[in-house]
């Protein structure tokens, strides 16, 4: 019999991409699509359609879910169950001929490895699993919540057609974000400090969230496509199809904050109660703390947002300056594109008037470039596109970036005040609590 010389997989990395593939496998692709589901984003869809399909795909993805975790754990149970065996099997094979000694030699120094590759794994998964299945429940009460609210606001004006997005990806945003402030809410009540204060974000974060944008959508409701890309008012980006000034800024703060302040909140709960100090960080406490940076972000961001809108039309007001145009109504509605050759005109006029000065006109050109460039990098981009400049017009695109700013400077004080909060909530517990 001859001996093989090619080394071979060990007999656990052998069982390793076996079970691999039997996890990817219980993960199948979600095709139950209710026949009446939409292909366009701008079809209206009954709010039934919308809930039937939704339903089918949560169940599909829980079941999907849990297979895969039960799999893994499955898999993870059993490397550490059979490692021992396989050294067996590899001094079988190697007895065999199957493989020679220095392949048995790596197969056998290979187990340890994958012992400890696999409990590490499992740690790793148990902690994702955890998070999965809290996330499946906050979308499965946020599916319930929303449609029994919509449900009752259309038995009372006489709708049958959905406000949320064609998207099925968006409206499980929208579900999640629901689902984790009303779980959030409910945490409160649990009288353990641990998950109160883990709790406190998530709910001051939505409540900052809604209150904030109850000022931005009235400034620039266009600006609340996911991504934030130009549309119009074609409202085909929009988590939520319709520019209503109180449903649209309360669940837009809420998938804008959730994903931010449920992190922030295990962040917190592990700094005001894991037990490294003898004191526990007071939930009042800490819920005084949290109020103060949402009001303080709140102050900033508008201030933020209101210099930067008096930025651009400063700008836009030194550039008609420039080049001797006055703005109007009609001006100020139109798009940077669409007044080009307008301001083509003008600019060539400036330039024959400063033909006698050659200074001045290199003064001109130095100033109109960084003005140009200025008012330009301010276009936001068109929808789905992100190298397109977008057709807003400039009145908008002064609100567009204020709400900009406004929300980047919210984020900021976000993680800023997270970071004096952890850190000052350490040092209250070893110090003074």
């Keep these: 019999m001859s001996v093989q010389t090619l080394p071979s997989k060990s007999l656990l990395e052998q069982f390793t991409d076996w079970g691999d593939q039997q996890r990817q496998a ?7 699509k209710d026949p009446k589901m939409p292909h366009k984003a701008d079809d209206l869809v009954p709010q039934n359609v919308i809930l039937r399909n939704d339903l089918k795909w949560y169940i599909h993805a829980l ?28 001094i079988a094979r190697l007895g065999k001929g199957s493989i020679n000694a220095a392949a048995c030699v790596k197969n056998i120094v290979v187990i340890p490895l994958h012992m400890i590759a696999a409990s590490i794994k499992a740690a790793y998964h148990a902690v994702r699993s955890t998070e999965r299945a809290i996330e499946f429940v906050s979308t499965g009460l946020g599916l319930c919540a929303w449609h029994a609210g919509e449900k009752i606001v259309h038995s009372m004006i006489g709708l049958k057609n959905t406000v949320l997005s064609n998207y099925d990806g968006t409206r499980i945003i929208v579900y999640q974000s629901l689902g984790w402030t009303l779980l959030a809410a409910g945490a409160v009540f649990i009288p353990v400090a641990a998950v109160q204060i883990c709790a406190l974000p998530i709910i001051m974060g939505s409540i900052y969230g809604a209150i904030n944008n109850q000022f931005t959508v009235r400034e620039c409701p266009e600006y609340y496509t996911m991504g934030h890309y130009y549309d119009g008012t074609k409202l085909r980006g929009h988590a939520i199809r319709s520019n209503n000034l109180w449903i649209k800024p309360i669940i837009t703060g809420l998938y804008a904050t959730t994903t931010l302040t449920k992190w922030l909140g295990l962040i917190l709960a592990a700094a005001g109660t894991l037990p490294y100090a003898a004191a526990t960080l007071p939930v009042s406490l800490a819920a005084a703390m949290i109020g103060c940076m949402c009001i303080v972000a709140l102050v900033a961001s508008h201030l933020f947002a209101a210099s930067k809108k008096r930025s651009i039309q400063k700008d836009l007001r030194d550039y008609a300056q420039l080049i001797d145009m006055e703005w109007n109504k009609v001006r100020y509605n139109s798009s940077w594109s669409a007044l080009k050759d307008l301001r083509q005109a003008h600019i060539n006029q400036k330039r024959i008037a400063l033909q006698p000065y050659p200074t001045e006109i290199a003064l001109f050109d130095e100033r109109l470039k960084a003005l140009e460039d200025t008012i330009s990098s301010n276009i936001p981009s068109a929808y789905l596109n992100i190298y397109v400049p977008s057709n ?34 350490v040092f209250l517990r070893i110090f003074a609590l």
């Excluded at 219980?26 to 139950?32: E, H, S, W």
Aim: proline fraction near 1%; charged fraction near 10%; charge should be positive.
């Design 26 to 32: 219980a993960r199948a692709t979600y095709q139950i």
């Design 63 to 90: 079941s999907n879910e849990t297979k895969h975790t039960m799999y893994f754990l499955g898999q993870m149970i059993s490397t550490v169950v059979i490692a021992p065996f396989t050294l067996i099997g590899e």
């Design 392 to 425: 807003i017009s400039l009145k908008d695109m002064a609100k567009w970036q204020a709400n900009n700013a406004r929300n980047t400077t919210g984020y900021i004080c976000a993680g800023g005040g997270a970071l004096i909060i952890t850190v000052t909530s």
